[in-house]
């Protein structure tokens, strides 16, 4: 038998020493213990996949967060009432002309805000020109109740329309809806939809309805006072309530928001 020379035993020693080594590229023991880490690797990569692939319902529009949009956020309910605020004060220390005054400045400063915010600014708008026909009609009356006549009369005929829509099967609070989150009026057809927008109808016509009763009495009694008072307490917090009734029967009735891109 022939004996291996020095050259083929280190050769035969370095190979065994390769196929023992755990870090040489390429050696069984790397394979085995690369293979679990890749493969829990190649499981975090399926799943994030199928994170981007599954909807996002936290990007989902919200019914609440929808309507609040429509009247310009909570802030924009808050902002509505400064005007109001600052006009009767302004009225009882320096006179009429200068609670105009005040009172449109406010709306026009608000307005400013917004557009440097680059909040939404429709609500803003209409605030602003709503203040401006308010203080019109106070100045032509040379009287500060005169403020609060335009919103008197229209809670007066918003009240009116919204009862008339309950009166024609057309309840307005889903037509509303359905108009600005893209469901049209299938819901129609829908008996339990129909009822609860109904409801959700019917809630709006008292708060304007209250509104109208309520101011109307303090302007026939010259309470200029009392007026802002009961303008500001039924305004928002009954506009909130009105509000969470729709968002419970849009939400009963599962008629979420379409989905924007």
């Known amino acids: ?15 065994e020493r390769r196929a023992v080594s755990p870090g040489e590229p390429g050696s069984s023991s790397t394979h085995a213990d690369r293979g679990p880490r890749h493969a829990l690797q190649g499981d975090a990569a399926r799943y994030d996949a199928a994170d981007d692939a599954r909807p996002d319902d936290a990007n989902r529009d919200d ?12 802030s924009g309910l808050i902002y ?3 005007p109001v605020v600052v006009f009767v004060p302004a009225n009882a220390l320096w006179g009429l002309a200068a609670a105009i005054w005040t009172a449109v400045g406010v709306a026009a400063a608000i307005l400013v805000w917004r557009l440097v915010r680059r909040n ?3 609500p803003a708008i209409s605030g602003f020109l709503g203040v401006g026909v308010c203080a019109f009609i106070a100045y032509r009356m040379g009287a500060a109740k005169g403020f609060f006549l335009f919103g008197i009369w229209a809670s007066l005929l ?39 927008y ?3 109808t019917l809630v709006w016509v008292l708060v304007f309805g209250a509104r109208y009763l309520v ?47």
């Open 1 to 15: 038998m022939s004996t291996p020379s020095n050259d083929e035993g280190a050769l035969v020693a370095d190979n």
């Open 63 to 74: 019914p609440e967060d929808t309507l609040l949009e429509q009247l310009g956020g909570i």
């Open 80 to 82: 509505s009432t400064l």
């Open 120 to 122: 939404p600014i429709q």
């Open 158 to 196: 918003y009240a009116g329309v919204f009862l008339a829509s309950l009166v024609v099967r057309w309840p307005l609070a889903g037509v509303i809806w359905g108009v600005l989150n893209g469901h049209g009026t299938e819901w129609r057809s829908d008996r339990r939809a129909l009822r609860l």
């Open 198 to 200: 109904d409801l959700a």
């Open 215 to 261: 101011q109307s009495h303090f302007y026939n009694d010259n309470s200029t006072g009392l007026l802002a008072i009961t303008r500001i307490a039924m305004g928002w917090p009954l506009t909130a309530v009105a509000l969470l009734v729709t968002v419970w029967a849009v939400r009963r009735a599962g008629h979420a928001p379409v989905e924007r891109d």
